[in-house]
């Protein structure tokens, strides 16, 4: 299974999971915490999908 096969997976998966703002969707600018851990994700174009956190991989994030 190649990396995108992976990710269209988890994408899928995650998507299962409710969330206040839930992961691969397009969100404006700026800094989101996640409510597990507290690690900061930066969007910094209007393009960025917001994704699992990379510390502790929880799909639950807060606007800061």
Not at 27 to 54: A, E, F, M, N
Request: proline share 6%; glycine share 4%.
């Amino acid at each position: 299974m190649n990396y995108a096969q992976k990710s269209r997976i988890n994408l899928l998966l995650f998507s299962c999971i409710e969330r206040k703002e839930p992961i691969g969707s397009f969100y404006s600018k700026g800094t989101y915490i996640c409510k597990k851990c507290g690690q900061r994700v930066v969007l910094d174009d209007h393009t960025d999908t917001l994704p699992p956190c990379p510390k502790c991989y929880h799909t639950e994030y807060r606007k800061a």
